[in-house]
């Protein structure tokens, strides 16, 4: 018996933003953001809209796909590093949303590596018996980290003013990570099924040594109240990323993770039909492919239209895989992905 992704779904964001919307509003280019990213747009959610709402059009669509109703989910995993709220997490209300049964619900977050950690902990609940329909989601909304009181309504048509030169220069100040992102989700539902098909081994790790290389400062409930007027002026509620030190972990640890998963099932990297990277940059999705000796065809990517999405971006790009018919019956697939925690790890997949 193994732990088989039978349906895949995505949820979109309403608003389409180019490169060139963004150089409106900070001292940028499509250029200059193309060639230190390999991103051209992004997805922005309408004001009202919630990684929740995104999470739950993907479920929908993956629960479709698989073929079941709703009623049938045993049990939801929701990766998110940017909730509805603080509290309650996503899961309860993508279980209100959708009309599930008064299942469990976990919220997990893992930032970047939360949709493969997601399948390491659905495969857990669907071995143990007790669970044999898991739906698991990853969904992001970004966009709530920009410092939208200096004008960035303008890029999603909700004003048409010109920003200041003191705006423009402020939003420059984050343009490093603040261009990367895009709101999205993508959803897995994963059953257990006879035959080789599924989930073959998943490996993941956590260094929490390195958790200052990619993290946010503001909003800290060390600090009283948890989120001030003076933080967002000072840009702390904008992530802050060592960008060169993000960038060597990522083409090393993540290509040793896919030989080390691999290595641990007993087939070999050359066999491996497509391997899906987080998609956080175009550099490092390069540099994982590489580093593994594998032609490009064989590692695909997205960002050059979703931008860094953080835990939908793998769920996004393998259910983008299957619709271009990309994955085909028997392929060894492997995921893998790092982030802020430090969290990466790789996972093994049959398809």
Not at 278 to 291: C, D, F, S, T, Y
Request: one cysteine or more; charged letters at 20%; hydrophobic letters at 45%.
């Amino acid at each position: 018996m193994r732990s088989v992704i039978t349906g895949t779904g995505i949820g979109l964001a309403s608003h389409v933003v180019m490169n060139e919307d963004l150089a409106r509003i900070m001292d940028t280019s499509d250029e200059w953001i193309r060639s230190r990213s390999g991103i051209q747009q992004r997805n922005y959610a309408a004001p009202g809209q919630g990684s929740a709402e995104l999470g739950s059009l993907a479920a929908s669509a993956a629960i479709a796909k698989a073929g079941l109703m709703p009623t049938d989910i045993d049990a939801v995993i929701f990766a998110t590093m940017t909730p509805d709220h603080v509290l309650p997490g996503n899961g309860p209300l993508l279980q209100a949303a959708l009309g599930l049964r008064n299942i469990p619900t976990f919220d997990i977050r893992q930032q970047c590596s939360g949709f493969l950690y997601g399948l390491e902990l659905a495969d857990v609940l669907v071995q143990s018996g007790r669970y044999p329909r898991v739906l698991l989601v990853g969904a992001e909304l970004h966009t709530g980290f920009m410092p939208w009181h200096l004008g960035w309504d303008t890029v999603i048509g909700e004003s048409d003013r010109e920003v200041t030169e003191a705006e423009k220069a402020e939003n420059t100040l984050s343009r490093d990570r603040t261009v990367l992102f895009g709101d999205g989700a993508g959803a897995a539902v994963i059953e257990a099924r006879e035959g080789s098909a599924g989930l073959l081994k998943t490996l993941l790790f956590t260094d929490g040594t390195g958790a200052g290389v990619l993290t946010m400062k503001g909003a800290s409930f060390k600090t009283r109240p948890f989120v001030t007027p003076a933080q967002i002026e000072a840009g702390e509620t904008i992530p802050v990323m060592q960008g060169k030190e993000v960038f060597r972990s990522a083409v090393t640890l993540m290509p040793q993770a896919v030989r080390d998963v691999c290595s641990a099932a007993g087939v070999a990297v050359e066999s491996l039909g497509l391997v899906l990277v987080h998609q956080a940059n175009l550099r490092i999705i390069e540099g994982v492919q590489k580093a593994l000796g594998l032609p490009a065809e064989k590692v695909p990517h997205n960002i050059e239209r979703y931008g860094n999405t953080t835990a939908a971006t793998l769920p996004i790009l393998y259910h983008e895989c299957l619709e271009k018919g990309l994955v085909e019956p028997g392929m060894l697939i492997a995921f893998t992905a790092l982030g802020s925690g430090m969290h990466w790890g790789a996972a093994l997949y049959r398809a």
